[in-house]
């Protein structure tokens, strides 16, 4: 058994850095008032490990002290990115020391839908061929994968979604600004950058009976790489053609 500190209270998602650094976003009570929540970014070391099987880290992030938080991500500049779902916003916490932050997006109308706001944010993915542009999956509302460019303060839909499904068990950029999507379902989507898929986007595996709950693509090879929940296994589709999964 592992044993962790700080301890972890509810880990809603996690990133691993180029030096193995694990970065955990966790949400808890507050001690102020039990029926809210508040989160916070841990970061564990590797080189931390010790004999007895500990790993020990520290809280990177405090969030700013209401809500939770189900989404983060980190840019080419280290700078870290957390949704805050019940304020409906962004944040954006510079490196290296973490405390400076700024609001990236925000919908102060939550009660107004619009296809170009956030509402209950929950994953976000920044792109890592550009630090101007974030995905964000809106839970409610226009519900789908909005692409947020930060040099314009304006967001479109990306990638639609699609039969009513709540959540997304995956997403993925390549090199050429092609997303590739695990809705949660059985299957994958695929986006091509030049919209000729549309926001609805194509399937590009044959149903398989699993629940797909997250994705991984080869930089190199643009083999993807499949984890399916109910099978407990990973598949993996060779890319044959530009669209073409086999």
């Known amino acids: 058994e592992i044993t962790l500190y700080p301890k972890l209270s509810n880990p809603a998602a996690l990133f691993v850095d180029d030096n193995e650094n694990v970065f955990i976003l966790d949400n808890f009570q507050s001690a102020n008032n039990p029926d809210a929540y508040v989160y916070r970014v841990v970061v564990y070391w590797p080189s931390s490990t010790s004999t007895n099987n500990s790993y020990d880290g520290i809280v990177l992030i405090n969030g700013f002290g209401s809500g939770k938080s189900y989404g983060i991500s980190m840019d080419s500049d280290f700078n870290i990115y957390t949704s805050e779902y019940d304020n409906h916003r962004i944040i954006k916490w510079f490196s290296p020391n ?14 107004t839908y619009d296809s ?15 630090n101007d542009e974030l995905f964000i999956l809106n839970q409610k509302g226009y519900g789908g994968w909005l692409k947020w460019n930060m040099r314009n303060s304006n967001g479109t839909i990306a990638a639609w979604k699609r039969n009513g499904h709540q959540s997304s068990g995956g997403f ?25 898929t549309g926001i609805n986007g194509v399937d590009l595996t044959a149903k ?3 629940k797909l709950v997250s994705l991984a693509l080869d930089p190199t090879t643009g083999d993807l790489y499949v984890l399916g929940k109910y099978l407990k296994r990973i598949q993996k589709f060779k890319l044959m053609s530009e669209v073409k999964i086999k």
Do not use: K, W
């Not at 405390?99 to 990236?104: F, N, R, Y």
């Not at 170009?116 to 550009?130: E, G, K, M, Q, S």
């Open 172 to 196: 993925q950029l390549d090199c050429n600004g092609n997303i590739f999507i695990a809705e949660g379902t059985d299957y994958v989507q695929f986006f091509r950058s030049t919209l000729e």
């Open 116 to 130: 170009n706001r956030i509402l209950f944010p929950l994953n976000i993915y920044i792109n890592p061929f550009d």
């Open 208 to 210: 398989v009976n699993d």
């Open 98 to 111: 973490y405390t400076d932050s700024l609001i990236v997006t925000e919908n102060l109308t939550p009660d």
